[in-house]
């Protein structure tokens, strides 16, 4: 038997083909990454909008939440709450994927290693944050449909 069955894993090369293959999904992170910033910052702008435009109510109850005494101000303070937590998202995520794909590209340029390796690393927390990400909303939606049935 073997005494280090992963040598090979380490022995692993990049060919032309995949080293293009790599800067192409590098080029993608790195669009990735600034759209999702200029998505974030679309959000936090729209949850300023959308703040203001419910709260020139001037506090009045809004008919459909009468029964339940939320004012406009609050139901806008709500609003932009969301939209900034969304937009937030957004912009820790597209860092992870600018982060990543500047990382790679740079390392294949250069030939370096370790800077490959981080650029890998960026990808895997960029992988690992949406993870948690569509755990937590999935979690969400399952409390949001058994609060339902209880109804």
Do not use: H, P
Request: charged fraction near 10%; aromatic fraction near 8%; hydrophobic fraction near 50%.
């Amino acid at each position: 038997m073997e005494q280090n069955q992963n040598t090979s894993l380490f022995q692993l090369n990049l060919d032309a083909q995949n080293s293009y293959t790599l800067r192409s999904a590098a080029s993608w992170a790195r669009i990735l990454g600034i759209v999702g910033m200029i998505l974030g910052g679309l959000f936090i702008v729209m949850g300023i909008i959308v703040q203001q435009a419910v709260s020139r109510y001037g506090g009045a109850e809004i008919d459909t939440y009468r029964g339940s005494g939320l004012s406009a101000s609050s139901i806008g303070n709500l609003g932009l709450a969301v939209y900034m937590i969304m937009g937030l998202i957004c912009v820790i995520s597209s860092i992870f994927a600018l982060n990543a794909g500047n990382k790679i590209s740079r390392g294949l340029k250069a030939n370096d290693q370790a800077t490959l390796n981080a650029g890998f690393a960026g990808a895997r927390n960029y992988f690992a944050f949406w993870a948690i990400m569509i755990i937590l909303m999935l979690l969400l939606v399952l409390i949001s449909l058994l609060g339902s049935l209880n109804n």
